[in-house]
């Protein structure tokens, strides 16, 4: 076979299904649930629409399961939220709120229904009003019984260091084992003393091992907590790279090893919430990376492999299959990671250039040679 014959073979791996893809990715997907309560005004869909980078509550997808907590399951994030009306000043009030919630929690988590599961308990408390409330206290101790719960901390612009001093000291002597973190949607707050990254690290630690890429995948916000899922999200594909080379084979037969790149490239792309804007978004990336992925292939190990000669003559082994598939995946997450940060803060990203051949292989070559030292 002449070696235009075999560069044709390759490049011809271009017919690609995004969305069935993506859906054989996502299929079997289990989604953890956070449930998110507090008093009324803490700040509870604030919190919920920084962090998850939409106004959840207003997408109608609202599921009412009781008067008071609605149960919210946006078709294109992996995770389930539970947002609760706030507990009202009144003894009556406060203590509806508590068998309410409470109740919710231990019905859900008591039935042995993983569906229903409430796996995290965010329990908001607003630093605007000063003080932590006998109800506050009393909940976050009932919910600690059921569940995995943490103090937020929320609107901490509106106290000073000495009032939030405050609140942290009667929540760790009432409550020593809760953790609690600090947070503001304020942009004047300086974002060293806000504890987002944490409360997102103490979320993610909380969580099975299988539910944990999931709940990093539903982030719209506060992207660096990512970047741990994403490393073990490549590495998940790389092992399978691995299992794909048993024996060495000609990069001729490299099929089966390119589709495994092409689909973590689609679930980095998914994962990092890319593909949220229109369809011309995917339509772009299908035809700018996932076209082009077998001529990356064929062309980068050319230059990575040495007296490697030719593309027909070029043998792909398990070190060789495993270290590109590493690097490939490393090079469009950076590629993802940075235009997800762009549209985060609403610039406009030319996602033709972003994900450009060129710019893809570059950052191949860097990370294989990381790989290879």
């Not at 054989?24 to 629409?49: D, E, F, M, Q």
């Not at 011309?280 to 050319?302: C, D, H, M």
């Not at 492999?305 to 070029?314: E, F, L, Q």
């Amino acid at each position: 076979m002449k070696e235009e014959d075999v560069k044709k073979l390759i490049d011809k791996l271009q017919y690609f299904d995004y969305d069935k893809v993506l859906d054989k990715i996502r299929k079997n997907v289990k989604k953890p649930s956070v449930l998110v309560t507090g008093g009324t005004g803490v700040g509870k869909s604030s919190l919920i629409n920084h962090l998850f980078g939409m106004d959840v509550a207003a997408t109608g997808n609202g599921k009412p399961l009781t008067d008071r907590i609605t149960r919210y399951e946006p078709e294109n994030l992996d995770v389930v939220l539970y947002d609760t009306l706030g507990y009202e000043v009144g003894e009556d009030k406060q203590q509806q709120f508590y068998k309410d919630v409470i109740g919710f929690v231990k019905n859900a988590n008591g039935q042995g229904d993983v569906q229903k599961y409430v796996h995290l308990v965010w329990y908001c408390i607003s630093a605007a009003n000063k003080r932590v409330t006998p109800t506050d206290l009393d909940a976050i101790a009932a919910l600690e019984g059921l569940t995995k719960v943490c103090v937020v901390l929320t609107q901490i612009d509106a106290a000073t260091m000495i009032e939030l001093d405050e609140m942290k000291k009667v929540l760790q002597k009432k409550l020593p084992k809760t953790d609690a973190f600090m947070v503001s949607i304020d942009p004047r707050i300086p974002e060293e003393k806000m504890q987002w990254g944490e409360l997102l690290n103490w979320s993610v630690e909380h969580l099975d091992a299988g539910l944990q890429l999931a709940f990093a995948q539903a982030l719209g916000q506060e992207l660096s907590a990512k970047h741990i899922q994403a490393d073990k999200l490549i590495h998940r594909y790389v092992a399978a790279a691995a299992g794909a080379v048993v024996c060495p084979l000609p990069m001729t037969d490299s099929a089966a090893l390119i589709a495994i790149q092409t689909t973590m490239a689609t679930h980095l792309f998914n994962f990092w919430g890319i593909d949220r804007g229109t369809d011309k978004i995917k339509e772009v990336f299908v035809n700018v990376v996932v076209a082009n992925t077998g001529r990356i292939f064929s062309r980068s190990l050319l230059k990575l492999i040495p007296g490697a000669g030719s593309v027909a003559a070029a043998v792909v082994n398990s070190g060789v299959a495993t270290s590109f598939t590493y690097a490939f995946g490393r090079a469009v997450n950076e590629v993802c990671y940075k235009t997800a940060s762009r549209m985060a803060k609403g610039e406009k990203v030319d996602i033709t250039s972003a994900f450009a051949m060129d710019v893809i292989m570059q950052l191949i070559q860097k990370y294989y040679k990381k790989n290879a030292v």
